[in-house]
């Protein structure tokens, strides 16, 4: 009997033993856990609202979750469906990005990421609607009114739905030639506006000036920027701002210069190509 003791792994059946009482242990305390979890409640509601636009603000985050899923602040948190309600953020346009918890503190912690736009289309039936960052149509409200870019004109594309892409290659070349000036100490400073003339090309509307600057489309645009460059350095100073009505620098490595009507000079049209 003692040889049978002494061959008994006894620190092995510790070590197991020990384990054993550790795992109920834990699973003591998981329950216990969870039962506090089941029984806490929200104990209030915070909302952040980010981004360079003002959209949306935390009241209207606050109404929308009300409305939709009821007063959250004292429900229990096993109650508070938190996947639907970033769902129903994200489905509106003005919100590119949504994230929601609840911490230690029970408090629903809401966050919410705003698109950003960069152009505002006027199309020629009169359909307005913002583009996005990503390409995407945001719809015009009177409650905000972002400091963007205007194209206007002969533009087809209209808006059906929120958060539709563009489609049209016209509207995909005003949005390249936004991204371009876009930082550009120059251009971003002296273009208010983009016109779409009757004959589909894209023209500039500067601040200085009262010129009709022809882009015809965004290709090579670096090239006319810097042909028109070229019109505001050499060519106005000599001839002065009210000679010329209209300058296109749509075809490759010149710049033509229409005369106004009245204007006592040998042409009405003038081609200095780029050496």
Known sequence: MPNRMRNIPWRILGYGCLTVVALIGVGMLMGVVNK??????????????????????QHDISDLV?????????KPLRYIPVQKIEQALLELPYVSAAEIYVDMDGVLQ?????????????????????????????????????????????????????????????VKDLLRIVAHVKGDPLWSNQIVQLYVNDFGDIEIVPRVGNQQLV???????????????????????????????????????????????????????????MN
Not at 36 to 57: H, L, N, P
Not at 123 to 146: H, M, S
Request: contains cysteine.
């Open 110 to 170: 809401i966050a919410v990421q705003q698109r950003e736009v960069v152009l505002r289309i006027v199309n020629k039936n009169g359909n307005e609607y913002y583009i996005d960052t990503k390409g995407a149509k945001v719809p015009v409200t009177l409650r905000y009114v972002p400091h963007v870019l205007v194209a206007n004109g002969n533009i087809k594309e209209s808006y059906r739905k929120a958060l539709d892409t563009v489609e049209t290659a016209l």
């Open 66 to 74: 009300k409305g939709k899923f009821g007063q959250v602040v004292g």
């Open 36 to 57: 506090k979890a089941d029984a806490q409640v929200c104990t209030s509601m915070r909302v952040m609202v980010e981004g360079k636009e003002a959209f949306i603000d």
């Open 215 to 273: 882009l015809g489309n965004a290709v090579k645009l670096e090239e006319k920027l810097d042909r028109l460059v070229v019109f505001y350095k050499n060519i106005l100073p000599r001839v002065g701002s009210d000679a010329y009505e209209k300058v296109n620098v749509k075809y490759d490595g010149q710049i033509i210069c229409e005369r106004k009507e009245g204007w006592m000079l040998d042409s009405l049209q003038t081609k200095m190509k």
